[in-house]
């Protein structure tokens, strides 16, 4: 769903003239703008390629910054912030699912993802994991577009 910078802009104002000392804008990877929305997919590569921020987190905050009466700070959540430093476990699997990537490529598979079942390692097809998704509540879709998230 894109996002309509005018619209943000008025929220945080919103909230800071009731009284709210900060607010927290969530962005996702693959945020775009209603502008960018509307952009041919060649268009659009190419004016992510000219972006001079690093990532769509960047560009926003730039821009609320820009238009807004308040501080603006990003904050990328690192593995601290999703649930603690990474255990050895961890460590071993992400090991483990990267050889077998590089092995997927080895033996001329493509178009799988890697993954573990069993204790084994196994190559999903994309169209197949893709397939399974789990497709978003109708209700929280509608939810999300009345707060123009």
Do not use: W
Not at 82 to 87: I, K, L, N
Not at 111 to 131: H, T
């Amino acid at each position: 769903i894109p996002y309509d910078l005018d619209a943000v802009v008025y929220e945080l104002e919103e909230r800071r003239r009731h009284g709210h000392a900060f607010s927290i804008v969530a962005v996702a990877e693959g945020a775009i703008s209603k502008e960018e929305a509307k952009m041919s997919k060649k268009e659009f590569k190419a004016a992510r390629a000219k972006m001079t921020d690093p990532s769509i987190s960047f560009k926003l905050a730039r821009e609320l910054g820009e238009r807004c009466s308040q501080e603006i700070r990003v904050v990328n959540p690192g593995h601290i912030q999703r649930g603690g430093s990474p255990s050895a476990s961890d460590r071993i699997l992400a090991s483990r699912l990267g050889e077998a990537a590089i092995n997927a490529l080895l033996e001329d598979q493509r178009n799988v993802m890697v993954g573990i079942q069993n204790d084994e390692l196994v190559y999903i097809p994309f169209s197949k994991a893709i397939k399974n998704q789990k497709p978003i509540k109708r209700e929280l879709l509608n939810t999300l577009r009345t707060l123009s998230i």
